[in-house]
């Protein structure tokens, strides 16, 4: 059977975990969702820039055809 600590949330008892991971685990985990949101920006941006440069190539390719 596993701790669990009693918090009211909105007038209604909310089951809490005990974390029992020490600061060090805590620590490389924080670090990795961190790694990941980065990694999400970063395609973000390349995804953002890709969609610029088709539509830069898009408006030039049109101009050949503007007597």
Known sequence: MEKVNK???DG???RKRVSKMS???LLEVQ???IELQLA???LKRRREW???Q???HKRDSFKHYVV
Do not use: G, P, T
Request: overall charge positive; glycine content about 0%; charged content about 45%.
């Open 54 to 56: 088709k539509q830069i």
């Open 40 to 42: 999400r920006l970063e």
């Open 31 to 33: 670090r990795d969702i």
């Open 23 to 25: 600061s060090s685990a």
């Open 12 to 14: 209604k008892r909310r």
């Open 50 to 52: 890709l969609r610029l």
């Open 7 to 9: 918090s009211v949330v």
